[in-house]
């Protein structure tokens, strides 16, 4: 019987919550609730400078958003408490100060100088640059600023690799590490094996841009005396349209916070992510995430980066959109709009409905209700249909339907088209080229404004 799983992710407040995120927090929400075990949320703040308390709470807000809540994190506390790494400085300073007395890592005073010294000759010399154990063979005398150096033993580095099977490294390639910078505080490839180990994690799901850390991190904990985790995954990149990978300086627009300000459902964005890397080898494009949590497996995800595709994402937010009932979507649409009352957005609802990819949309569909648009001049020959069209719907019941039927008369009487005898009403009303059927167009406005609004615009012609 092999332990309860545990799994983590480790994110750094060092800016806006972004999607790869999301995207590790749900793998590694899905392999939890698989195997019912335990998920941890720690919080990666050893870098000083670019840490703020207001990118950690951005981190909980988008992951409660999306539903993707945790076990154990600094919030919640848990048997392996403290879940902030600034909050564990001790522990790294005496997992460093026991490596350095088993003579498993040592001081270096090297400078950056010195050290770019080296790096350049290697250069020079056209070897790859590994640094040269200078402080180890023969330590500089009289200086007091250090860093700590793991003294890498080398060998063959083997581990399984959930998604990419068993990997190996050749660890003579890699140079004696720093583990403590000379400010004293942790390197991530120091604390992140550390607490991996101390929190017990059995598998490490996260970004492929963290494998190649990884025979540093086993090495580290092999050297510590702690058990390896069983397995890790590391998860495809996501690209950005452009094919290079999303980022969160060069791609604000993988800011979590601004899905959920376009009005893209979460479990909609769920069900995108998975989808984003993994497929479930069927046509199933639409997924809860229980569903998701019965099909998902490691085998099934692709080695390669995945090209976020908004047009995707946008077909499945639509699709969450038609599925919720009528009372369901105006609630979700409501904090959108606050200028529509309740009764003008549920009526509003069916024709939203079928158009909106994002709940946001509501907004560019409806704001003609509370900002009066400029009329546009109309014509001659404009001008009578705007008059019939008030006749036609002046003296019918003021709801959708009637007002249609009023209209397709006046429509048929006026001998022109649907599109000539409507846009110039949508045009007056709205004052744009695209709105909801004319009907609701309508009927959504109160009467006299409605009418107002046309007679203005045959007035403004006399
Ligand atoms: N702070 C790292 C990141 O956000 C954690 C990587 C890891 O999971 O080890 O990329």
Same mark, same amino acid.
């Given at each position: 019987?092999?332990?309860?799983?545990?799994?983590?992710?480790?994110?750094?407040?060092?800016?806006?919550?972004?999607?790869?995120?999301?995207?590790?927090?749900?793998?590694?929400?899905?392999?939890?609730?698989?195997?019912?075990?335990?998920?941890?949320?720690?919080?990666? %703040?050893?870098?000083?400078?670019?840490?703020?308390?207001?990118?950690?709470?951005?981190?909980?807000?988008?992951?409660?958003?999306?539903?993707?809540?945790?076990?154990?994190?600094?919030?919640?506390?848990?048997?392996?408490?403290?879940?902030?790494?600034?909050?564990?400085?001790?522990?790294?300073?005496?997992?460093?100060?026991?490596?350095?007395?088993?003579?498993?890592?040592?001081?270096?005073?090297?400078?950056?100088?010195?050290?770019?010294?080296?790096?350049?000759?290697?250069?020079?010399?056209?070897?790859?640059?590994?640094?040269?154990?200078?402080?180890?063979?023969?330590?500089?005398?009289?200086?007091?600023?250090?860093?700590?150096?793991?003294?890498?033993?080398?060998? %063959?580095?083997?581990?399984?690799?959930?998604?990419?099977?068993?990997?190996?490294?050749?660890?003579?390639?890699?140079? %004696?590490?720093?583990?403590?910078?000379?400010?004293?505080?942790?390197?991530?490839?120091?604390?992140?094996?550390?607490? %991996?180990?101390? &929190?017990?994690?059995?598998?490490?799901?996260?970004?492929?841009?963290?494998?190649?850390?990884?025979?540093?991190?086993? &090495?580290?904990?092999?050297?510590?005396?702690?058990?390896?985790?069983?397995?890790?995954?590391?998860?495809?990149?996501?690209?950005?349209?452009?094919?290079?990978?999303?980022?969160?300086?060069?791609?604000?627009?993988?800011?979590?916070?601004?899905?959920?300000?376009?009005?893209?459902?979460?479990?909609?964005?769920?069900?995108?992510?998975?989808?984003?890397?993994?497929?479930?080898?069927?046509?199933?494009?639409?997924?809860?995430?229980?569903?998701?949590?019965?099909?998902?497996?490691?085998?099934?995800?692709?080695?390669?980066?995945?090209?976020?595709?908004?047009?995707?994402?946008?077909?499945?937010?639509?699709?969450?959109?038609?599925?919720?009932?009528?009372?369901?979507?105006?609630?979700?649409?409501?904090?959108?709009?606050?200028?529509?009352?309740?009764?003008?957005?549920?009526?509003?609802?069916?024709?939203?409905?079928?158009?909106?990819?994002?709940?946001?949309?509501?907004?560019?569909?409806?704001?003609?209700?509370?900002?009066?648009?400029?009329?546009?001049?109309?014509?001659?020959?404009?001008?009578?249909?705007?008059? &019939?069209?008030?006749?036609?719907?002046?003296?019918?019941?003021?709801?959708?339907?009637?007002?249609?039927?009023?209209?397709?008369?006046?429509?048929?009487?006026?001998?022109?088209?649907?599109?000539?005898?409507?846009?110039?009403?949508?045009?007056?009303?709205?004052?744009?080229?695209?709105?909801?059927?004319?009907?609701?167009?309508?009927?959504?406005?109160?009467?006299?404004?409605?009418?107002?609004?046309?007679?203005?615009?045959?007035?403004?012609?006399?």
């Amino acid at each position: 019987m092999s332990d309860p799983v545990r799994v983590r992710i480790a994110p750094s407040p060092t800016g806006f919550a972004h999607l790869g995120t999301a995207s590790t927090a749900l793998y590694n929400v899905l392999f939890a609730r698989q195997r019912g075990g335990t998920f941890t949320l720690r919080i990666d %703040d050893t870098d000083m400078e670019r840490n703020r308390p207001e990118y950690e709470q951005l981190i909980y807000e988008s992951l409660r958003w999306l539903g993707l809540d945790w076990d154990e994190g600094p919030d919640k506390g848990g048997p392996y408490e403290p879940y902030r790494q600034s909050e564990r400085l001790d522990t790294y300073r005496e997992e460093a100060a026991r490596l350095i007395k088993d003579g498993r890592a040592y001081r270096c005073y090297c400078t950056t100088e010195e050290l770019e010294a080296e790096r350049k000759q290697a250069q020079l010399e056209k070897r790859a640059y590994k640094y040269s154990r200078r402080c180890l063979n023969n330590p500089p005398e009289g200086r007091t600023v250090f860093a700590v150096r793991f003294k890498v033993p080398g060998g %063959d580095i083997k581990f399984r690799d959930m998604v990419r099977g068993e990997m190996h490294f050749d660890g003579d390639l890699i140079g %004696d590490f720093i583990i403590i910078k000379s400010d004293t505080y942790p390197t991530y490839q120091f604390a992140s094996p550390v607490d %991996d180990a101390l &929190m017990k994690m059995t598998h490490v799901i996260r970004g492929e841009e963290h494998l190649s850390n990884t025979p540093y991190q086993l &090495m580290l904990i092999d050297a510590l005396g702690y058990e390896r985790p069983e397995a890790y995954a590391h998860m495809p990149l996501i690209l950005a349209q452009d094919g290079s990978k999303l980022s969160k300086r060069k791609h604000p627009e993988s800011n979590l916070a601004l899905f959920r300000e376009q009005g893209y459902m979460p479990e909609a964005l769920i069900n995108y992510l998975a989808l984003l890397g993994w497929n479930p080898g069927t046509e199933q494009e639409i997924f809860t995430i229980e569903q998701l949590v019965g099909a998902f497996t490691f085998e099934r995800v692709q080695h390669a980066g995945a090209r976020f595709d908004w047009e995707k994402l946008n077909w499945i937010n639509g699709e969450y959109i038609r599925a919720l009932s009528d009372e369901e979507l105006a609630r979700r649409i409501k904090p959108f709009v606050p200028q529509v009352d309740e009764s003008t957005l549920q009526r509003a609802v069916p024709a939203l409905k079928t158009r909106l990819h994002k709940l946001a949309q509501a907004v560019d569909y409806l704001d003609y209700l509370w900002t009066d648009p400029h009329p546009p001049a109309i014509d001659g020959e404009v001008a009578p249909r705007v008059g &019939m069209a008030i006749e036609a719907v002046q003296h019918v019941e003021w709801e959708p339907e009637p007002i249609e039927a009023a209209l397709e008369k006046a429509v048929a009487e006026s001998g022109v088209g649907k599109g000539k005898f409507y846009n110039p009403l949508r045009d007056i009303l709205t004052g744009k080229r695209v709105s909801l059927p004319i009907h609701f167009t309508i009927a959504l406005l109160p009467k006299d404004v409605a009418l107002f609004r046309l007679q203005r615009a045959i007035n403004a012609r006399d």
